[in-house]
């Protein structure tokens, strides 16, 4: 079993499209990050949260501890969006990665 | 301010050779993380170093170490490479060691290494 799922694997949406990918963990965390990785492999760090929300221009997070559950909302899809949406946790001294979802937005 | 540098940004090596990469951080970021990306296993974590210490270690054979200089770029080594090594390598640097600090991570390009 994977410490960390997300859903939807694929996601192909149009342009202007409200987005969201999602993330379950199964182990206690200190923290969880939202990565985007474009076509070439670079990898940008979007989030890192523990609690609550955070907006970043189109992007905003969410967590929910009790859950253990959280949400990366894309408002208003720009085909330049299209990349892989990792979810990653840190739970004591390891690091556990989602498999990714890879967006794709069609202009 | 200059990103996280890797290098080389390929290579490619024969089973049974080890092989050395490095990262520079940004400039004050004392902690640096390694990952390695594969199709079959996706990104999976290998260690964490901060001011010159092994701070966290994920579950790889000995074969994988790495180390940190007192300028805080930081070294990953392979020995014995196996086919199965190949991926593309990551280095990530942070302010301060595990998810303390508010800034998260800031990845390199990566190293590709493909092992024939």
């Known amino acids: 079993k994977n410490e960390v799922e997300q859903s939807p694997q694929n996601l192909t949406a149009q342009e202007g499209e409200f987005i969201t990918i999602n993330c379950s963990y199964s182990?206690?965390?200190?923290?969880l990050h939202w990565l985007q990785q474009h076509p070439g492999g670079g990898i940008v760090s979007l989030f890192m949260?523990?609690?609550g929300k955070k907006k970043h221009g189109r992007l905003i997070a969410t967590i929910n501890i009790q859950e253990k559950h959280s949400s990366l909302h894309i408002t208003a899809s720009h085909p330049r969006d299209s990349a892989v949406y990792i979810c990653?946790?840190?739970?004591?001294?390891?690091?556990?990665f989602g498999t990714g979802t890879s967006l794709t937005v069609i202009p | 301010k200059a990103g996280v540098t890797q290098t080389p940004r390929y290579l490619i090596k024969t089973r049974g050779q080890q092989v050395t990469l490095s990262c520079s951080p940004i400039?004050?970021?004392?902690?640096v993380s390694w990952y390695q990306q594969t199709p079959g296993q996706g990104l999976q974590f290998l260690f964490e170093?901060?001011?010159?210490?092994?701070?966290n270690k994920g579950n790889f054979p000995g074969r994988f170490s790495g180390r940190q200089f007192s300028n805080s770029r930081s070294e990953m080594n392979v020995s014995t490479l196996e086919l199965g090594d190949s991926a593309l390598y990551l280095c990530?640097?942070?302010?301060?060691?595990?998810?303390?600090?508010?800034?998260?991570?800031?990845f390199g390009s990566g190293t590709r290494l493909t092992v024939v």
């Open positions: 170093y901060f001011s010159e210490t092994q701070r």
């Open positions: 990653a946790v840190r739970s004591g001294n390891q690091f556990y």
């Open positions: 990530a640097s942070s302010l301060v060691s595990g998810d303390r600090g508010q800034d998260g991570y800031t």
């Open positions: 400039s004050g970021h004392r902690s």
């Open positions: 949260l523990s609690s």
């Open positions: 182990v206690g965390i200190s923290a």
